[in-house]
DNA sequence: TTAAATTATTACAAATATATAACTATTTAA
DNA sequence: TTAAATAGTTATATATTTGTAATAATTTAA
């Protein structure tokens, strides 16, 4: 019965991955010029307010030396900064600046008038349903993403935690 | 007011796009040697049975020269079949061969265990209202699609659709 | 205090994805 | 029938992502 259940959740996401990675990209792609994991890291940042580099990978899954690509390359354009830890200087914070903060805020409108192009033409009834759905998908699978805080399997660097 | 509805929708689905291509992708990497889009073009053709090169190209958001690389591997392993139009010969339609179907069967089952391990942690009531919201969702977002198939933006090759 | 583990970096190589331009074959329309 | 448009391909350059290995600095544990 469970078992049912997980296939049939398996096929709706699946399904859904495809549409929405789209409908984003393509807004984010004609009107910024950062790669999708640019936009993901400052999502990240800006839910989490800082994190540090391991933790970035494993919120992306994305193997560590990219991290410090990635962050390498928000450094600078000054929309994140490092912090060091006091107590363990091996650990290096990130975190959005300022300016950074506001990058976001316009990417996200950007990615709100491009969605507003599409969900316009949704009835308003469907709208309100899509809204009620994704808020309980995004609060079940922001949860699934804690438990399966797994760090990156291909990597030999950042072994899958345990 | 609906301008709000559009941005919570936003926010939301920003939320759930790197969340879900995290655990997906872990999963198709840890499991199967195919990049994602070669996936997505097999979900695609199993949903619409058939499509022709520009269709593909228009459901994924990716270049036409790229949807000829794509199609060429999967034809190089046996997974999809090219069909000419009698009617007209320029168009060429693509569909999964047998063994095409068999892969993505495989392909989605070890996606199913890749989430099991992750929804088995949910309590029961959480997966129940995963499923129908996950559900309403697609839904949506495959209607979104249909009224969003503006073909791929930053190609001169294959125009913004009309 | 030495060995092992952890955090982050550097350095590559390879795979995948994106962006353009030019081209063939075919159909449509003037 | 010629010109314009469409479907798909080839070719090429670049950007991004992934996969490994090795390294330095630091902390933890034997």
Tied chains: 1, 2.
Excluded: W
């Amino acid at each position: 019965m469970t078992e049912k259940k997980i296939d049939a959740v398996t096929e709706n996401l699946s399904r859904i991955l495809p549409i929405l990675g789209k409908i984003f990209m393509k807004g984010v792609r004609a009107k910024t010029s950062y790669p999708p994991h640019v936009i993901f890291v400052m999502g990240a940042l800006t839910h989490h307010g800082k994190l540090t580099m391991t933790g970035i990978g494993n919120h992306l899954s994305v193997p560590k030396p990219q991290v410090t690509t990635l962050i390498d390359r928000l450094i600078a354009e000054e929309l994140v900064e490092r912090l060091n830890d006091e107590k363990d200087r091996r650990i290096i914070y990130i975190q959005l600046t300022e300016k950074g903060k506001g990058r976001f805020k316009e990417i996200k409108s950007l990615m709100s008038e491009s969605m507003k192009s599409a969900l316009s033409e949704l009835e308003e009834e469907m709208l309100d349903k899509l809204l009620l759905s994704s808020d309980a998908v995004c609060e079940a699978l922001i949860l699934l993403n804690e438990k399966f805080q797994q760090g990156y399997c291909h990597l030999t660097n950042s072994k899958a935690s345990e």
